[in-house]
């Protein structure tokens, strides 16, 4: 089966959306690129073209709701989008006191809000076609909160229940959506990170699983297992234990 045509990634100038973009690039391809810094995503467009894939860059951000929505309108009318993955996001950071509330509702501005300003207008043009796939990009961290990660664990936490009712919505008007919970994944937000990363993956690694799972129109895209099903086991056990279990392992 042939895989999609045009496709859209936000958050594409780094990491994982990056790596995504240079992993669907080829002849036939339309890949259509949201980023913030202007000069990384034509690095990764010309990286997409010379695979073969004709490429289209927009510099904006993903927490200005207008803009997004006027710009994925736009690339929509240019040619009908076949696959949106909201890929934009901010790692977990290590400021304290005003600081933290600052990092905080930045964290849910871009990992929260950014994926609403790229689904919600893309969604009903989807339904209307009766065709279309959209991914939105959680993480193993959505299962439970751990100290130090509350804002980022909960932005996760609420893309990915937002996806299962997505998909359970869009289900019968022809448009798949999947959820994507990575674990560990060696990107510039993860550079330095001040806390252990078991089972860490390397970012094309990462990138080539979400393709897989995409292909495959999984309704989740869980990896690696053994995180996944920790991080299911410890959602899963009564309160007390898992907090108990959490203030063994993680200093607080």
Known sequence: MAGPAAILITGASSGLGAALA???????????????????????????????????????????????AAAVVAADDAGPLDLVIANAGVAPGGAEGADAATKARRILAVNLDGVLNTVDPIRPR????????????????????????????ASKAAVRVHGEALRVE????????????????????????PFPMPMLMEVEDAAAAIRRGLERSRPLIAFPWPIHAGSRLLA??????????IRRFVRV
């Open 170 to 193: 869009l289900r019968p008007r022809g448009v798949r959506v999947s959820v994507i919970c990575p674990g560990f994944v060696r990107t510039p937000m993860t550079d330095g990170a």
């Open 22 to 68: 240079k992993g669907y690039a080829a002849p036939g391809v339309r890949l259509v690129l949201f980023g913030r810094d202007t000069a990384r995503l034509e690095t990764v467009a010309g990286a997409a073209r010379a695979l073969g894939a004709s490429v289209e860059t927009v510099a904006v951000d993903v927490t200005d709701r207008t803009a997004m």
């Open 236 to 245: 899963a056990l009564p309160t007390a234990w898992a907090d108990a279990l």
């Open 126 to 153: 989807m339904a209307a076609r009766g065709s279309g796939q959209i991914a939105l990009m959680s993480s193993l961290a959505g299962f439970r909160g751990f100290p130090g990660m509350g804002p980022y664990a």
